[in-house]
């Protein structure tokens, strides 16, 4: 059994910065790419950032796109996510999430390839 947890929510002001991280366990864990989501109250989840299982590949959406930061450490099986410049935009649940088999390039931006998800950690921005 995959599991996932993420730690390193809060609250900070718009303008600072936050770093998640999510613990990873039951199998291994190099071998598969990751991925991170947000959902925000009376929103859809929305895609975040995904690494693919080597590094080599990442991919950020449009809105995050020069202010977060994605990294993953295989030797201690987590994943990480730098979060600068945050907005009040930013305010959100997020979840980092594992596919049960590797997945394409392609794919690692939609939710539906995952099937693995943590119990999510509250980010909050104040203006």
């Known amino acids: 059994q995959v599991q996932l947890v993420e730690s390193g929510g809060g609250l900070v002001q718009a303008g600072g910065s936050l770093r998640l991280s999510c613990a990873a366990s039951g199998r291994t864990f190099s071998s598969y790419a990751m991925g991170w989501f947000r959902q925000a109250p009376g929103k859809e989840r929305e895609f975040v950032a995904a690494?693919?299982?080597?590094?080599?590949?990442?991919y950020y959406a449009d809105s995050v796109k020069g202010r977060f930061t994605m990294s993953r450490d295989n030797a201690k099986s987590t994943v990480a996510l730098q979060m600068n410049s945050l907005k009040p935009e930013d305010t959100a649940a997020y979840y980092c999430a594992a596919p049960s088999r590797p997945i394409t390039a392609q794919s690692m931006t939609h939710g539906r390839y995952y099937d693995y998800w943590g119990q999510g950690t509250q980010v909050t921005v104040s203006s």
């Open positions: 690494l693919s299982w080597s590094g080599r590949t990442t």
